[in-house]
């Protein structure tokens, strides 16, 4: 069932339209720029929030908006995936904007902030909203692009050369996109993503097309051969351009992987050639997943660790798609509602850190929960749910996700071994998630009275040190920057407990392409 | 100092003593034999397990999901009270008393049930629709009744004791916080009905007690409360796995007989793999032998209730789930199933030697400790050992395995008992005297009599003297084994017993021996003896103390001396819910009559229950000779331990679990820093190589630097053992970042020489060189591996520079294709395209910059309509074109900037 509606509309170009507009403001009066950035993306939100009667009774919304007389129009068409993506994405974008109202206030080039930023939601709405390969893929090319402003923020060295890596890698995935892209329009004459399967069964460039849209998205995704600009690039951003880089610019990327599988390829179409398509895939997921936490492990930055947990993170969801069950598809994309606020709000609580202390390295982030208590409860309770301890969020993925590599066997995709192994990788993930974010965690809270015995500060008065009458300053942010991480912290809790807002939506999603 | 005739009288008596075991056990099976065959009638019997009290028929159902939640929300307030220490004191001793009085009435339901509409229920069972994939359901039966009433028990007095001891600590919040979340969890794995719903509290289990370990946050507390969650969190993650095979085969997760179901879904080693992982899951808890590491680890350096209550009551929580696993899940529903019996039988086995492993080994350890709580921790170990062992009994008899059982139950109270009135003696021997080695300790009981006697009565209870708790349980446990071997027969081709087992009952007595050893060296050394003059003004502990170790104390004299009364009012109706035939040896012997019935017990442990004979009984005799037999066997091992000085033997590391443990956990962690490292820096070069070099083919040379800076890498790695960290360290060096010091002395084990070579290096200051060298051996390579890498980075170079102008010299003399090409050597263009973009204040630039984005778009979307409308291009043809225009516009944007970017 389908319904046209003008909701959609508002959320992808309303952006675009304030693009022109924060300049101006921020000429009328200084600083108020990030406020109304802050606002637009609250008008995006509801205008998403809005959709949510109609998806919920399983109506897809779909709104042409330009006939480009290509034989494909620019279309936005939503659906469950694309509902949840954007759900949120612009929750996430919402909190982040917030936030940036206080981190960035000191920061220069502001306006240039702004713009890239509400250009990027414009990009990442449009990815989650169009309902064809054609709109899909100008849209993601604005992602790529817009979004590279806000890695290059700082203007460093690092920072550029950052940048640099990303965008050769955004516009070799790009290129490389647009070459399936063309090839699907040209051998089956659609783009719908509407389909189940778009018609290329049996083709003999199948595999070429797959990996090409594998390569192009899987770029944003950040999967194993292709990620190698995402741990410079994710750190160097300010953190609540990390938030989103991290929590959900690299979604887009996994949106995609999940369309290609299920809408443009279709099951039926990819089934028979499993082992060097999706299987090929599934492998890279999992060495996606390994990788990422094996390098983490030896992080002693903490946004750069937080990027490599992203990188394994994001294998989750590739290997929930790849493993062709419902159960792994369900968990799959209930992981990229659930990593989202995890990371999202990790990020942020980093952020936080090296906005009031200025400390990046974890071994000196040692007892920051003495000075700074509630953003160290909000990283804790987002790290717990990272290892994936009931009942945050993480649980609920992990849950879906075991059961589903469990399930290959029974919907014929693959065999028992190859569940065992899945299984066995998300849970050594598991405790591999545990060795690197532990020692953040206890450090935070329990780390601070140890003895110090460095040679650089050879004498700390002890005297100074066990006087327990000294208060300890408290140095966390103010409710700006606050409110976003509690927001983000509780909802890892309350989406553990109460999952049924994403699991709802997505099992119907999973409905479509595994009828009972 | 000893004369041959000594030794020889050592020797001697050892062998009349080892002997007399021997023959004390032989009697009690020849005994059990003839009893054997005189009651042993196979009558297969379905008992009719009565139904449950559900939330429509009672409020009761609903009480135990009531009582989880009040632990939490008087967390709640007591965070809420914020600053208020006495209104504290007083919410937790009103929660912690208000749940051990509601658990008390869930006595009559559970236990005696309650009879609604002329119908009797049993037990409650409450269904909550939490998480939409799974109801989290809550049932209770007198087994988990028994072991949530002694854990509210030993709560309740372990917060009593906390108030007087949390004056010498800080945090007084943050440990009751924990520990009151910490108990909700360990109420919910008792009351649990789904395996589900048993592992969401376990987990909670394993990472809410973390804060009571290393409450103290010293270097060793830390360590300790490290392994412990660790070890919670490997066996958490074997568990979950085993849940997960359990619910995709079986589509079930309710703990009840299904073995029937498992062994067709999960034939041959299958099964096998999942009781392996359920046992691991929860031996994790328990403190099995190999998982056992993080008791002794973590007790020592945690505040004094800790110990008492982890050993009283959450470890308990572990043997919980091995035998709700081992006796309910694997027993087949169907008695008359043989091949489903004999897989438990196999299963049970493995168990009962576990047990045997654990107990013997952790006695032994605990033989030769001196801190006493390390000692305890041992005993802990140990006496889990035991129930264990029990539990394997249980499963290995099948249908005749209710001694076994009854056994564990018993004896999990029981050591709850003796085991957190120890620790509560122990610490309040250690707060006041600030010693923890008990060798420094003696003659206290002058000073703290009421301790003295509690501690006591506590060895005395695990020793297993008669008239204590202890020597209930181990009586029990005692038939068990025998009965274990005298079943053996029925297993075997040849029809004769398994000596394993009866090697396992010896180790049993010699365990039993070993506790009474150790347990008696700890109290004399602590409280008798000559008094140490420094502890000549101590006081004795406060009544808030004092109070809790009465109760426990209290306790086990009445279970000592009334041994019957727990058998008949708690554990017999739990034997009711297990596939045990009533009609069997063991059922006879403990209570000769239909279990359906009023429950009397009839074993005769310390007197004849009904006739009320003490000595002239047999069975009695055969118990108090065995326990006589494993006293004077452990008399002479503390006489011949003194006198050899076999109390301070060290064991060596390779002997130590921990050893090993450490060498894989670091292997496996330097596999991921240093293997993996450099794997993903290698995809990282040939990745941006690939990519990048489509762009300009010069860039490849980047290639063969890549290569050789990897080796570079290597090599350090080898030499190093944290190359993740030194290289950190080396490139913050470069950077000249001092703060970089700090971390490189914290984390490689001779900080001094290698920060020296740190800080030589990055100010080229080969003065340095010869430092390192005298200070490590080997340093030369080390120094020459970092060398090198500075070298290929110009970056490095830049940095040194400025701190030396020599240093320019050097790099110009270097190679020329040894040097490194910088971004801006190979594509110009770009790093001004990146400037200009990077400039973007201007509207100027912004312009350009928006300009370019609709250039590129429009580029893409031409080739788009050129496809679609002339169908036959050739894509490779568009992305080449694609790609030579895009360059042409960067280099037209670069040319047009160059003008203004070189001033």
């Given at each position: 069932m389908e319904t046209i509606s003008y909701l959609p509309v508002i959320a992808v170009f309303f952006p675009l339209l304030a693009v022109f507009i924060v300049p101006v403001v921020e000429k009328m009066r200084k600083g108020t720029g990030n406020i109304f950035t802050a606002l637009t993306c609250v008008v995006v939100f509801f205008a998403v929030l809005f959709m949510y009667p109609q998806i919920s009774a399983g109506v897809k919304i779909i709104?042409?908006?330009?006939?480009?007389?290509?034989?494909?129009?620019?279309?936005?068409r939503v659906d469950e995936l694309g509902f949840l993506a954007g759900l949120i994405g612009i929750i996430l974008w919402t909190l982040s904007s917030i936030y940036a109202i206080e981190y960035m206030r000191k920061e220069h080039a502001q306006t240039r902030y702004n713009i890239f930023s509400l250009l990027s939601l414009f990009g990442l709405m449009g990815t989650f909203f169009t309902g064809n390969l054609l709109s899909l893929y100008i849209c993601f090319e604005v992602l790529s692009i817009a979004s590279y402003v806000l890695v290059i923020h700082e203007e460093s060295p690092e920072a550029m050369s950052a940048g640099l890596l990303y965008l050769f890698m955004g516009i070799a995935g790009g290129l490389i996109l647009l070459f399936s892209i063309i090839a699907t329009y040209v051998i089956t004459g659609t783009g719908e993503l509407s389909l189940i399967g778009i018609g290329l069964k049996g083709e003999p460039l199948l595999p070429f097309i797959f990996w090409g849209f594998i390569l192009g998205f899987g770029v944003k995704a950040g999967i194993f051969p292709v990620h190698i600009w995402l741990p410079s690039a994710h750190p160097i951003a300010p953190s609540p351009a990390s938030a989103l880089l991290s929590g959900v610019m690299i979604k887009a990327g996994a949106y995609g992987i999940i369309r290609t599988i299920y809408s443009i390829g279709g099951l039926e179409a990819l089934l028979p050639g499993r082992v060097i398509m999706v299987g090929g895939l599934l492998i890279l997921a999992l060495i996606s997943i390994f990788l990422g936490s094996a390098v983490a492990i030896a992080q002693m930055e903490i946004k750069r660790m937080l990027a490599y947990s992203s990188i394994s993170q994001i294998g989750y969801v590739v290997?929930?798609?790849?493993?062709?069950?419902?159960?792994?598809?369900?968990?799959?994309?209930?992981?990229?509602?659930?990593?989202?606020?995890?990371?999202?709000?990790?990020?942020?609580?980093?952020?936080?850190?090296?906005?009031?202390?200025?400390?990046?390295?974890?071994?000196?982030?040692?007892?920051?929960g003495k000075r700074m208590p509630i953003t160290a409860l909000c990283f804790t309770l987002g790290a717990l749910s990272m290892i994936g301890f009931p009942p945050f969020n993480g649980f609920v993925s992990k849950w879906y996700l075991a059961l589903g590599a469990l399930e290959v066997s029974k919907t014929g995709s693959y065999g028992p071994l190859v569940g065992m192994i899945c299984l066995g990788m998300l849970l050594l993930s598991s405790f591999m998630n545990l060795i690197y974010y532990g020692p953040v965690v206890y450090g935070a809270w329990f780390g601070e009275e140890e003895e110090k015995t460095s040679v650089a500060t050879p004498e700390v008065s002890t005297a100074e040190y066990h006087n327990p009458g000294e208060k300890v300053k408290k140095d966390d942010p103010n409710l700006v920057m606050l409110i976003p991480m509690i927001?983000?912290?509780?909802?890892?809790?309350?989406?553990?407990?109460?999952?049924?807002?994403?699991?709802?939506l997505v099992r119907a999603f999973s409905h479509t392409f595994f009828p009972r | 100092m000893f004369t041959k005739k000594k030794i020889l009288l050592y020797v001697l008596s050892l062998t009349i003593l080892f002997s007399a075991t021997l023959l004390g056990s032989e009697k009690e099976i020849q005994h059990a034999e003839e009893t054997l065959t005189q009651t042993h009638e196979v009558i297969t019997l379905k008992k009719e397990v009565p139904s449950l009290l559900t939330e429509e028929i009672s409020p009761y159902a609903k009480l135990p999901f009531w009582i989880i939640l009040i632990p939490l929300v008087s967390a709640g307030f007591i965070l809420l009270v914020g600053k208020n220490e006495k209104l504290q004191k007083v919410i937790l001793f009103l929660s912690t008393l208000f749940i051990l009085l509601l658990l008390l009435s869930l006595f009559k339901p559970v236990v005696q049930g309650i009879i609604v509409n002329e119908h009797q229920y049993k037990g409650t069972f409450y269904s909550l629709p939490f998480f939409p994939f799974f109801n989290l359901t809550f049932k209770v039966d007198p087994a988990g009744l028994l072991i949530a009433l002694i854990s509210g028990l030993i709560w309740f007095v372990g917060t009593l004791f906390s108030f007087s001891s949390f004056k010498q600590e800080k945090h007084f919040l943050r440990y009751q916080f924990f520990s009151l979340t910490t108990y909700a969890a360990n109420l919910g794995v008792l009351f649990a009905g789904d395996l589900f719903t048993l592992y969401i509290f376990f987990e909670g289990m394993v990472f809410l007690p973390y804060a009571l370990f290393a409450h103290r946050a010293t270097k060793r507390a830390l360590r300790g409360a490290n392994i412990a969650l660790y070890i919670g969190i490997i066996s958490g993650l074997c568990l979950l796995a085993g849940i997960f095979l359990l619910y995709t085969f079986t589509g079930n997760l309710e703990i009840k007989p299904m073995a029937e179901k498992i062994n067709t879904v999960m034939p041959g080693i299958f099964k096998y793999i999942l009781a392996g992982l359920m046992i691991i899951g929860f031996g994790g808890k328990a403190g099995i032998f190999l998982e056992h590491l993080w008791l002794p680890a973590a007790y020592p350096e945690s505040p004094e209730p800790t110990a008492a209550l982890s050993s009283g009551a959450m470890i308990k929580a572990g043997a919980y789930g091995i035998f709700r696993t081992v006796n309910m899940l694997f027993v087949p529903e169907n008695v008359a199933l043989i091949n489903e019996w004999l897989t438990l039988s196999n299963i049970g086995y493995i168990v009962i030697w576990i047990g045997v492993?654990?107990?013997?080994?952790?006695?032994?350890?605990?033989?030769?400790?001196?801190?006493?709580?390390?000692?305890?921790?041992?005993?802990?170990?140990?006496?889990?050992?035991?129930?264990v062992m029990g539990i394997g009994c249980a499963a290995y008899l099948g249908t005749e395995g209710a001694m076994g059982l009854a056994g564990a139950l018993y004896h999990m109270v029981n050591h709850s008992l003796f085991k957190a009135c120890l620790f509560l003696t122990v610490g309040a021997?250690?707060?006041?005297?600030?010693?923890?080695?008990?060798y420094k300790l003696g003659g206290l009981w002058r000073n703290m009599p009421l301790v003295a006697i509690g501690m006591f009565i506590a060895v005395c209870g695990i020793s297993g003297i008669p008239g204590f708790n202890g020597f209930a349980s181990k009586c029990l446990l005692h038939h068990a084994i025998v009965e274990a071997y005298q079943h053996s027969l029925h297993f075997s081709k040849t029809y004769t017993p398994d000596f394993g087992l009866r090697i396992a009952e010896i180790i049993f007595i010699i365990t039993c021996a070993g506790t009474f050893a150790s347990n008696t060296k700890l109290f004399i050394l602590t409280f008798l003896r000559k008094r140490p003059e420094k502890y000549n003004q101590v006081k004795s502990a406060p009544w808030s103390m004092q109070i809790p170790i009465l109760i426990l104390i209290a306790i086990i004299v009445f279970i000592g001396l009334f041994p019957n009364w727990l058998l008949e009012k708690i554990i017999g109706p739990a034997l009711a819910y297990f596939n045990f035939n009533p009609s069997s040896h063991s059922y006879h012997l403990l209570y000769n009559i239909h279990p359906e019935e009023a429950i009397r017990s009839t074993i005769e442990i310390l007197y004849h229950p009904i006739e009320k004979t003490f000595i002239t009984n047999p069975q009695v005799m055969h118990n108090l000779l065995a326990v006589s037999s494993a006293i004077l066997i452990g008399g002479i091992m503390y006489i011949l331990g003194f006198r050899f000085g076999w109390f301070h033997l060290t064991v060596s590391q390779y002997l130590q679990v921990e050893y090993y443990y450490l060498k894989i956990f670091n292997g496996f962690k330097n596999f991921c820093q240093r293997n993996f490292v450099i794997f993903a820096k290698f995809v990282d070069k040939i990745i941006s190589t690939i990519v990048i070099g489509i762009w300009n083919p010069k860039i490849i040379t980047w290639g063969y630097l890549a290569k050789k800076e990897l080796e570079y890498e290597t090599t350090a790695g080898e030499l190093i053992p944290t190359p993740g960290v030194v290289f950190k360290a080396c490139q913050g060096l470069g950077k000249l970042d001092l703060d970089y010091e700090t971390i490189v002395s914290k984390t490689t084990p001779?900080?001094?020489?290698?920060?020296?070579?740190?800080?030589?290096?990055?100010?080229?200051d080969f003065g340095y060189e010869a430092t390192a060298h005298n200070a490590i051996s080997g340093a030369g390579k080390e120094f020459a591996a970092w060398r090198a890498l500075s070298k290929l980075d110009k970056k490095y170079e830049h940095a040194a520079e400025k701190v030396l102008p020599a240093a320019k010299e050097e790099w110009e003399i270097l190679p020329e294709k040894e040097r490194r090409i910088t971004g801006e050597e190979i594509a110009p263009w770009f790093v001004h395209l990146c400037r200009n973009l990077s400039n973007l204040q201007h509207t100027g630039d912004l312009s350009r910059y928006v300009i370019s984005i609709v250039f590129i778009l429009t580029i893409s979307l031409a080739v788009l309509v050129g496809t679609l409308y002339i169908r036959s291009f050739e894509t490779i043809i568009i992305i080449l074109s694609i790609i030579i225009l895009f360059t042409i516009f960067s280099l037209f944007l670069t040319k047009s900037r160059k003008g203004t970017t070189k001033n």
């Open positions: 709104c042409p908006v330009w006939q480009t007389g290509l034989g494909a129009d620019f279309s936005l290997l929930g798609a790849a493993l062709m069950s419902p159960l792994g598809l369900t968990g799959g994309v209930v992981h990229i509602f659930n990593h989202a606020i995890i990371k999202g709000g990790l990020f942020l609580c980093a952020g936080a850190f090296i906005h009031q202390t200025g400390l990046r390295m974890i071994e000196d982030l040692k007892g920051i927001l983000l912290a509780l909802g890892t809790v309350i989406l553990g407990i109460f999952p049924h807002l994403p699991l709802e | 492993i654990t107990m013997f080994l952790a006695v032994l350890s605990a033989l030769i400790s001196s801190n006493s709580k390390r000692m305890l921790a041992y005993h802990s170990i140990s006496q889990m050992g035991f129930i021997v250690y707060l006041k005297t600030d010693e923890l080695d008990m001779t900080p001094g020489a290698v920060f020296k070579i740190c800080r030589g290096l990055s100010k080229l």
